[in-house]
């Protein structure tokens, strides 16, 4: 009997060889997400082509021309350029949606990224009428389209479904875990263990123990050092995925700042005394004060 896991979110991996568990927008709702943004520019395009059919009478042809083209450019190019930058990644649409595009390490999108996304999505989307942009999304297995590619980016859903919290570190074995070397650690192996650790209590205590040592057979192969000997297997998984996922929050959360103590004034050693004057003794020497 093989335990599989279910359809798990694409992974992200970061700069340090973190796999992020994050939900990869699906092609639909990315779509009603574009629907929305286009309703936005054709609207504010159309309002904008109003006032520059006012100005045809007090300007000449070239200049009218000329500004109705630099208006193009801006709404159609502009609009998601400054919208993501000022947002850090969500449009109208995305918003509506519970969209946001991140970087490929699951940072936040730049502006350099924000602007290659919406050059290739005027090329794609508006003169191609978004053709290139879904059969792109349908062959990258990150349904990224061609303005993703050329960005570094992908756009992720917010509102995907809430991934079950780790189990929590067997005492017992934090000392290993706590040595780990996680990177040969890919995020199926990660999703069998979790699966496993949830449904456990629910099974047959043989198919318990039998998927057990499957599911640590799987894990055990590509982390060290190996786990310590006749260590139950769902202890070994529960200190690997906790492990895991306090060195993901290590990572993404910036460490605090330093406490330096304030400087004192230093402290210097009083002069010392002058020794007084022995007595003076009758009939002897006497030093001269």
């Known amino acids: 009997m093989s335990f599989q896991p279910a359809s798990a979110p694409g992974p992200v991996v970061t700069g340090d060889a973190v796999i992020l568990d994050i939900q990869i927008a699906q092609l639909p709702v990315r779509a009603l997400a574009s629907i929305i943004d286009i309703l936005v520019i054709v609207a504010g395009y159309i309002a904008g082509v ?18 109705l083209i630099i208006f193009t450019v801006l709404t159609l190019v502009g609009y998601p350029v400054v919208m993501e930058t000022t947002t850090r990644g969500r449009s109208l649409g995305k918003m509506a ?14 502006f350099r990224q924000a602007l290659f996304r919406a050059l290739a999505g005027f090329i794609e989307i508006f003169m191609f009428t978004g053709g290139p942009a879904v059969i792109c999304s349908l062959i990258s297995p990150k349904g990224k389209r061609i303005g993703d590619i050329f960005a570094g980016t992908l756009v992720i859903s917010e509102r995907g479904p809430k991934l079950t919290p780790p189990p929590a570190m067997p005492p017992m074995l934090a000392w290993w875990a706590s040595s780990l070397q996680l990177s040969g650690l890919g995020a199926e192996q990660v999703e069998l263990a979790r699966q496993f650790l949830s449904r456990a209590g629910q099974l047959n205590p043989r198919i318990r123990d039998e998927m057990a040592q499957r599911v640590l057979h799987e894990v055990a192969t590509r982390i060290s050092p190996p786990p310590p000997p006749g260590a139950p ?18 990572r993404l959360v910036p460490p605090p700042p330093l406490a330096y103590p304030a400087p004192q004034a230093p402290q210097y050693p009083p ?4 020794p007084p004057p022995p007595p003076h003794q009758p009939g002897g020497f006497a030093p001269p004060n």
Do not use: C, F
Not at 271 to 274: N, W
């Open 97 to 110: 949606l519970g969209l946001r595009v991140v970087s490929e390490d699951g940072s936040p999108e730049r």
């Open 271 to 274: 002069p010392a005394a002058t």
């Open 233 to 250: 297997p769902q202890y070994v998984l529960a200190a690997v995925l906790a492990e895991r996922h306090r060195r993901e929050v290590a």
């Open 50 to 67: 109003m006032l520059w059919a006012l100005t045809l009478t007090q300007l000449d042809d070239a200049l009218s021309a000329a500004i």
